[in-house]
């Protein structure tokens, strides 16, 4: 079995601070890491994933995450946020081997004001 | 190209009553998703379809929710006796790869409202 937390329900932050989004996750077996994007009236979309390889992933509009085997993170950061990225941001886990289930965590809303 | 896309975009009905909920994936994606977005709860896992081998029904919850995936393309999500709790946003995705590891591409969502 497998499971994502992600710790925080609500980050409010101002913009051009930077922000972190926690996720932590717990399997039985190796894993791929996703995080997921989804702006106000949009449909999900993927923001980075974390297949093999660097544990420091680059994604779309400046986001980066690192997966932490050790601490079973993968955290979503930022070094300077836009009123834009405003959005719920959802992390996921699937297997890498043998039976494949997707599980997405509960989301992270990201407020950024002015 | 054209994206996931999913029909109805919204559906009210009557608790008891049946729905459909259609999804038309990608082209030539081979793997398919359902997922139940609840306020508050995420993405509930629901079932996968991946090319012509038996769908990962393990995320259905209840014998009230059933789908099925015609030639490989089309899916249909299809809800019988619908109860209050069923009310959600359904979501669909498509992937190109086998599905692990693979990107899901999410269509815009069916919200379904039962009374």
């Known amino acids: 079995a497998q499971s994502v937390t992600q710790l925080d329900s609500q980050v409010p932050v101002f913009e051009e601070a930077p922000v972190e989004l926690r996720c932590n996750y717990s399997?039985?077996?190796?894993?791929?890491l996703f995080w997921y994007v989804q702006y106000p009236n949009q449909g999900l979309q993927l923001l980075l994933k974390y297949l093999s390889g660097s544990t420091l992933v680059k994604g779309i509009n400046g986001f980066e995450a690192e997966f932490n085997k050790s601490q079973t993170s993968f955290h979503l950061r930022k070094p300077s946020v836009h009123i834009s990225d405003t959005a719920e941001y959802y992390c996921?886990?699937?297997?890498?081997?043998?039976?494949?289930?997707?599980?997405f965590g509960r989301g992270t809303s990201l407020i950024v004001h002015p | 190209g054209a994206g996931v896309s999913q029909s109805p975009s919204n559906k009210v009905t009557e608790k008891g009553k049946d729905v459909e909920l259609r999804c038309d994936p990608i082209?030539?994606?081979?793997?398919l998703y359902w997922y139940r977005q609840s306020l508050g709860q995420g993405l509930e896992f629901l079932i996968y379809f991946q090319g012509n081998s038996a769908p990962d029904k393990s995320g259905l919850p209840s014998d009230r929710f059933s789908a099925e995936r015609t030639g490989g393309s089309v899916s249909t999500l299809t809800i019988q006796r619908t109860q209050q709790e069923d009310s959600a946003v359904y979501l669909c995705?498509?992937?190109?790869?086998?599905?692990?590891?693979?990107?899901?591409?999410f269509g815009p969502g069916t919200r379904l409202l039962v009374l």
């Open positions: 996921a886990v699937s297997g890498s081997g043998g039976s494949y289930r997707p599980t």
């Open positions: 995705a498509s992937g190109g790869g086998a599905g692990v590891g693979g990107t899901q591409y």
């Open positions: 399997s039985s077996v190796s894993v791929y």
């Open positions: 082209s030539g994606h081979t793997a």
